[in-house]
């Protein structure tokens, strides 16, 4: 069994605190229904699964980009199918990990099915929150609302200071938190009512937008759960009421408050680390934006120069072939990252990536460097950026009339102009529990986060007439 010496224990972490243990770390009560019980021979961690599969959310995610644009080329990735491959990685990491655990005697036996049916749905939903045209949308959506908080518009400015920087650095996280814990299925009453473990693992960054700018400049400083926001101040209490369940370690901020990472996120984060450097190599050699000899170099050399005769396949057929095997060796390298790195994940004091520190970290760096110089700044891809933060911008410039309409009718939904109701009717707006300027806005960011690339671009169209 795994142990520690206090000096262990404390390093990195000024003395604060114990050890999260995994008996609560891998909590199946589930939030807004505490009581449940799970069924013979079907986890409430699969059920999580399964709620998250078969969401809206989720099935929205096959019309949103990934890193290349969804256009005439059907073999690229879009955010579902990204999903559903980080979800496979992210359990064959996880029961690798769980089956050490059980051996050190860290967990129960059996538990490692626990860690890998966790993980897997944690990472089914990591993108749920992310809006249309990939990273290139939060940032559109952002930059729309600190333009609106320049201005002197009445219902924007009743929205506290304090309040507004979450908005302004919009952040696909925090509104997947939302999504999962309170917009789907029981809405304002827990959401999909996931289990608690799962939800732990979801959040990367635990810690809303206006604790994690004092406390990114303080003692935590560099700490990675603290390198953007993931909870929106709307959902603080229902993430809370998760990590006081869960255990994870509480950090005080003046009078405010965030947490370090379950240890489950870490294994989220790597899934999806794997999945983004080795597959977008492989579309990009499907677009054409990297050639062929620069893709099957790199991933011959992190599927561990295999010694298999390939003179029957075509190229595409040999790329996948060390795709996979990239994945299978990138898959065992960061669960030997994570034993070596135990000690730190479980006091809370470890501050990095798995993919950074394990033993493929400088060809995960060559990968980047392809992406970073071919694929990013590829001319479609450019492009989409820029009409996409356009689309955006007409979208949330449209609808944002239906919102002061509300506020002037003394937020009822009855007081609507006859063109607002058009509106709301047209686009299928959710007005409901909108009782605040600050409602609005989340309502707003709800709807346009929501949409897929092409439902935005025909709701630009209509908006503007054109």
Not at 4 to 14: I, P, Q
Not at 367 to 385: H, I, N, P, Q, Y
Not at 394 to 400: P, Q
Request: proline share 2%.
């Amino acid at each position: 069994m795994i142990r520690l010496d206090a000096a262990e224990l404390n390093s990195g972490r000024d003395g604060r605190g114990m050890l999260m243990d995994w008996e609560h770390l891998l909590s199946s009560e589930r939030l807004g229904d505490t009581g449940y019980q799970a069924k013979p021979n079907r986890s409430i961690f699969v059920q999580d699964y399964d709620r998250i599969i078969f969401s809206a959310p989720f099935r929205r995610l096959a019309n949103k980009t990934q890193v290349q644009p969804l256009y005439e080329h059907d073999h690229v990735h879009h955010r579902l199918i990204h999903s559903v491959e980080v979800a496979s990685v992210g359990r064959s990491l996880a029961m690798a990990i769980g089956n050490w655990l059980e051996q050190e005697n860290e967990i129960e036996a059996g538990e490692a099915h626990s860690l890998a049916n966790i993980v897997q749905a944690a990472c089914v939903a990591h993108d749920i929150g992310n809006p249309p045209f990939g990273h290139s949308g939060e940032e559109a959506m952002g930059d729309w609302f600190a333009d609106q908080f320049s201005s002197s518009n009445d219902l924007i400015s009743e929205v506290p200071s304090d309040r507004q920087l979450a908005f302004k650095n919009f952040e696909g996280n925090a509104q997947g938190f939302r999504i999962l814990c309170r917009l789907e299925m029981y809405r304002n009453d827990g959401g999909m009512r996931l289990s608690k473990a799962t939800l732990g693992a979801f959040t990367k960054y635990p810690v809303t937008a206006s604790t994690r700018e004092s406390a990114a400049s303080g003692t935590a400083a560099g700490y990675v759960g603290l390198k953007k926001f993931g909870i929106f101040d709307s959902e603080l209490e229902s993430f809370r009421g998760a990590a006081s369940t869960l255990g994870l370690v509480v950090e005080n901020q003046g009078d405010k408050t965030w947490w370090r990472r379950h240890p489950l996120v870490f294994v989220v984060e790597a899934a999806d680390d794997i999945c983004y450097n080795i597959v977008d190599l492989e579309d990009a050699f499907t677009t054409g934006e990297v050639g062929y000899d620069v893709v099957r170099d790199i991933l011959y050399e992190a599927a561990g120069k295999p010694n298999r005769d390939v003179s029957t396949y075509t190229a595409a057929e040999n790329i996948a072939m060390l795709r996979a095997i990239s994945i299978g060796k990138a898959v065992e390298s960061c669960v030997e990252a994570f034993k070596e790195n135990y000690a730190a994940i479980m006091s809370g004091s470890f501050s990095g990536s798995l993919a950074d520190i394990c033993s493929m970290k400088s060809l995960f760096e060559r990968m980047k460097k392809v992406s970073k110089d071919e694929v990013f700044t590829a001319r479609r891809k450019t492009e989409l950026e820029i009409s996409g933060r356009k689309i955006i911008w007409n979208v949330m410039t449209g609808i944002l009339p239906v919102y002061e309409d509300l506020r002037r009718s003394g937020w009822k939904e009855a007081g609507l102009t006859a063109h607002s109701c058009h509106l709301v009717r047209a686009l299928g707006l959710d007005l409901r529990n909108v009782n605040t300027s600050e409602d609005a806005l989340h309502a707003l960011a709800d709807f346009t986060s929501g949409m897929t690339d092409r439902y935005a671009l025909r709701i630009s169209r209509m908006l503007s007439g054109t």
